[in-house]
């Protein structure tokens, strides 16, 4: 939920929290060791999300200032933002990005002080789906900017692809908090990094830089700053030109579902897609488009396979509300 420890001159306005120091100050508990909400949440609400649609792909901005501090209802405005692009037909694929210098420095400063002055804080059975950007039939790719940690490294991890600014930093920062690993990134780094790696990350909650984490593969590729969202956005315009958005729909049930499949089931799943897929409109486009050397022109995806559900999703999440 929080950002890095770290002693390094251009992080440490961070180094109080996840939070730059004015921000957590301004709002942080009113009275010293009294909680400053004692009948609501003890998150902040405020901040927004931008949307812009041009050419088949949506960049997504959290926009919370300072360093797009992580809170609840910033979530329900992305999740739901999510869920809008998914069935917009207009939408191929998506980028996700911070407004400002920081992608998302983890959970609200001000709001972790609330936490702590109240002495406990129960989480709610029906918070959205943080997962979400998984189970979108669309390829979403993260241009990751400046400062990236703890639930904002787990939002980047849910992304399909991802892009790192030359000046980004990545820190998983909940052991330097007192804090768990969350939202299931003890499931999901390990796959990403492999296992050595992730206990690291996990375990000393160091600063990772943009060109270690492009070595360890917990980025895919690193752009200059000032070219980081065009590089991000330039990539997801050829997905949405260039590829199916069926077939990479599919393709994306068949990655997250075959994770935690044994491999007889993979490959009868494969072939009962690829059945459908030899039958496809989508497919005979693709195999004229080649011959006769054009770009393909593929139908959009139908919205109502623009959604799909991960194994065991539904009993977690009942289990959860029990």
Not at 91 to 109: E, I, M, N, S, W
Not at 258 to 267: G, I, M
């Amino acid at each position: 939920m929080t950002g890095p420890e770290t002693t390094a001159p251009e992080e440490a306005a961070i180094a109080a929290g996840s939070m730059p120091p004015e921000a957590t100050t301004s709002r942080a508990a009113g009275a010293a060791g009294a909680a400053p909400f004692p009948s609501r949440s003890p998150w902040a609400e405020d901040g927004t999300v931008g949307v812009e649609v041009a050419g088949g792909v949506a960049t997504v901005s959290l926009d919370r200032p300072p360093g797009n501090g992580w809170t609840p209802g910033l979530g329900r405005e992305f999740f739901a933002a999510l869920d809008r692009l998914a069935a917009d037909p207009e939408v191929r694929a998506l980028v996700v990005t911070g407004t400002g210098p920081d992608f998302c420095v983890g959970a609200d400063g001000g709001s972790l002080d609330n936490i702590t002055n109240a002495g406990s804080y129960e989480i709610d059975a029906a918070r959205p789906t943080y997962w979400a950007a998984m189970t979108i039939a669309k390829p979403v790719v993260a241009a990751v900017n400046g400062a990236c940690f703890g639930v904002g490294l787990q939002l980047a991890l849910f992304c399909d692809v991802r892009f790192a600014g030359s000046s980004a930093k990545f820190a998983t920062a909940f052991v330097r908090r007192g804090l768990i690993a969350e939202l299931g990134m003890t499931w999901l780094l390990p796959r990403i990094v492999g296992l050595g790696v992730a206990n690291d990350l996990l375990l000393s909650g160091r600063l990772v830089r943009a060109a270690e984490a492009e070595r360890l593969g917990l980025v895919n590729r690193v752009a200059e700053d000032t070219g980081l969202l065009a590089a991000a956005q330039e990539y997801a315009a050829g997905l949405a030109a260039r590829c199916s958005p069926a077939a990479m729909g599919v393709v994306k049930r068949q990655t997250y579902t075959d994770l935690t499949s044994t491999l007889p089931a993979a490959v009868a799943r494969g072939d009962a897609y690829l059945e459908a897929a030899l039958a496809s409109a989508d497919f005979a486009e693709g195999v004229r488009s080649w011959r006769e050397r054009r770009q393909p022109v593929f139908g959009g995806l139908d919205p109502a396979h623009a959604r799909f559900t991960l194994p065991d999703a539904d009993d977690a999440r009942q289990a959860a509300s029990r």
